[in-house]
């Protein structure tokens, strides 16, 4: 159940059961947003409907069409949707117009549509004598399509770093095996998260420390699912591919960031021999100028989210160079308590508590004897 449910008032919990049905589509809705709706009569949940595919019916409509089917009449009822109904002819008719021949009387707004092409829906509907309530858990609703306004706003996909640590910070012991740290709880919504992105992103030191196999293992997978890219940022490339599980089973499927040097030697012809590829990347102070290999994800490979798995280092740089869009950070019950075990963000230096990176928790939810706290930037 998400955080911010508790205490809230009729409204909120309307809309927050909106938002939970929205998050039902991450993933497949992309490069459109995540939207839920509900029909309410009084005070109960009559419908419910979500944006579920690109290109598929928008969530009122899913919504009216849930109503149809359960025989529901929806004139004089209230909508909740978490983003404004769009205004335009796309890829399916306005939602608007489904709106007022239903019936609605009452229309309740999370946050109004930043594309342009879609908005004018407030206004539209208020013309028609609906009644509108606009900014009912707004910052959740914004926190929803946060990677709607990305893709919308950049080149770059939406960046996920998954980590997964001690109470004391710790990701591995200082014998670097490849352990598990989190319970199988966390294990399966990791898996659920692969199965979602379009890349699974490592630095080289994991690469090298784990030899991880970088694909989604859930337990259903749909017999269409295409596996993520495995991608693995580092300046140094693996002198036998066949050494690496990942480029024994999948070398098509594999692409290495690397230095503009490492690009262009054998090793990078070996890897390209076997169908893997190569990119180049540009420098940057302490290593490699990540966003252009992200935003080739995006444009060449299509990857609208990646899942970035690579370590303290890898993450911390990623911070650093603001590409990490969300952190879902497991926090597991257990302490090391040694200074020598590899800490979950590292790399750089800070003398005082104002010079941290600081993020805000939009949800926390148990999973096993672990919490998942999935974060944002301030
Ligand atoms: C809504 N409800 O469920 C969604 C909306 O490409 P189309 O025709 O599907 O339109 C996509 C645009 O419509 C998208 O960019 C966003 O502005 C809005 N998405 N609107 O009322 C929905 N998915
Ligand atoms: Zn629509």
Known sequence: MCSWKANSSRDEQFMAEAIDLA???????????CVGAVLVDG??????????????????????????????DP?????????????????????????????????????????????????????????IVVG?????????????????????????????????????SSAKKPEPVSSPESFARVHDLRGMVGAV??????????????NCRMEQLP????QPFGVVVTSRLPEDPAAHTL????????????????????????????GTSVWPLPGHPGGLTLSCGFERLRYEKGCHYTLCEGGGRFSMALIQ???????????????????TAPAAYSGRKSISMADSVDFRIIKTKTTGSDIMLTLRTK
């Open 23 to 33: 998050y039902q589509g991450r993933g497949t809705t992309a490069p459109n947003p």
């Open 43 to 72: 005070d109960q949940i009559v419908a419910r409907g979500w944006h579920t595919r690109y290109g598929q019916l928008h969530a009122e409509r899913e919504c009216l069409a849930h109503a149809s089917k359960k025989g529901v």
């Open 75 to 131: 004139t004089g009822l209230t909508m909740f949707v978490t983003l404004e109904p769009c205004n335009h002819h796309g890829k399916t008719p306005p939602c608007t117009e489904a709106i007022i021949e239903a019936g609605i009387t009452k229309v309740v707004i999370g946050t109004r549509d930043p594309n342009p092409v879609a908005a004018g829906g407030v206004e539209k509907l208020q013309s028609h004598g609906i009644e």
């Open 136 to 172: 009912v858990l707004e910052q959740q609703c914004k926190d929803l399509i946060a990677d709607f306004l990305l893709w919308q706003d950049s080149h770059s996909p939406f960046n996920i770093i998954k980590m997964a640590a001690t109470l004391d910070g710790k990701i591995a």
């Open 201 to 214: 992103v490592v630095g080289g030191t994991t690469f090298y420390a784990d030899n991880p196999s970088l």
């Open 223 to 226: 017999p269409d699912f295409i």
């Open 247 to 274: 480029l024994r089973k999948r070398p098509e499927r594999t692409i290495f960031m690397t230095t503009e040097i490492a690009a262009h030697s054998e090793a990078a012809d070996r890897l390209r021999s076997r």
């Open 321 to 339: 160079q603001g590409l990490a869009d969300e952190i879902v950070h497991f926090v597991t019950p257990r302490i090391l308590g040694d200074n």
